[in-house]
């Protein structure tokens, strides 16, 4: 009887035991939400790429900065240490913790959504395409870039643009990858490479600051008949940071509502007509791949 009653004692130790470490183990992991409101500050990543965000001066600047700045002040958190990173490490960064969340207006995609907890979307985005001076190769179109197996694309590491070339029957050997924009650009210039391709507005607006003579931006082309476009930019947070990310989704519906939102776009050159996102558009639908 003793030996029966022992045993009980012990089982019930045990299922204490565990219900407890479970909860300690949640005070351990944290509430992130109450973490950064407790700090104060939030760890941003980013990869430098205008309009969305990059650095300049010392200062982290960018559409999408500007809208996660606006969101963690009405959240109460206030100070932003920003983190440059190239943009195909942003979300394995993000799953080891190096950032609490990034936001470079990266597209929301099914592969991407089983590795970021993405945010609801902020923008909407189409490609673009730039060439050497004159467009020697008349391309308007990655069709264009297909059919001729001579031609050579750089694109940046990590960026939807390489599976979108594929999508559209680019071979793999006529992608060439590079960190950054510049590093494209380069590319171009020097003659590795016949053509770069990012979202319209990152390119468009690099080559403006470039100011380069030997390339030239494709008017006129011809958007890729492929899932992801248009692209759908958003802020992105580690899969077990849903709290923080649905109180980041409420405040932001709040601005988007208020017409904050549609403010920031326009003053980082968006426009409301061309690069708003329709109400019915969400994460849900397009993780799941519906849009």
């Known amino acids: 009887m003793k030996g029966i009653l022992l045993t009980f004692v ?40 205008k309009p969305y965000a990059y650095e300049e001066d010392g200062k982290l600047k960018g559409a999408a900065v500007d809208i996660a700045k606006a969101v963690f002040k009405e959240l109460g958190i206030e ?9 195909g490490q942003l979300i394995p960064g993000l799953k080891a913790g190096q950032f609490d969340v990034i936001t470079a207006g990266m597209a929301i995609n099914p592969d991407r959504c089983e590795n970021a907890a993405f945010g609801e979307p902020e ?25 001729n197996p001579d031609v050579t694309v750089s694109v940046m590491s990590g960026a939807t643009e390489n599976e979108f070339l594929k999508s559209e029957g680019v071979s793999e050997e006529q992608i060439t990858n590079a960190e950054d924009i510049p590093a494209t650009f380069s590319a171009v210039e020097s003659g590795r490479a016949d053509a770069t391709t990012g979202t319209e ?4 607006m690099a080559l403006e600051s470039a ?57 980082n ?23």
Request: charged share 30%; glycine share 10%.
């Open 79 to 87: 100070e932003m240490n920003s983190k440059l990173a190239d943009f």
């Open 123 to 147: 923008m909407m985005y189409g490609e673009g395409l730039i060439v050497q001076k004159g467009n020697p190769l008349n391309l308007k179109s990655y069709k264009d870039i297909a059919d």
């Open 211 to 267: 100011n380069s003579d030997q390339l030239e931006f494709v008017e006129g082309f011809e958007q890729p008949d492929v899932e992801g476009v248009p692209s759908y930019g958003a802020a992105a947070f580690h899969l077990d940071n849903t709290e923080l990310r649905d109180a980041y989704n409420e405040k932001l519906a709040e601005l988007k509502a208020d017409g904050t939102v549609a403010e920031l776009l326009e003053a």
């Open 10 to 49: 012990l089982g019930c130790l045990f299922v204490l035991t565990a219900c407890g470490s479970g909860e300690g183990d949640s005070e351990a992991n944290g509430n992130k939400l109450d973490e950064l409101k407790e700090s104060g500050k939030v760890t941003i990543g980013f990869a430098n790429e």
């Open 201 to 204: 507005m990152t390119i468009k």
């Open 269 to 291: 050159g968006f426009s409301e007509e061309n690069n708003m996102v329709a109400d019915d558009i969400t994460t849900e639908k397009i993780c799941s791949g519906e849009m």
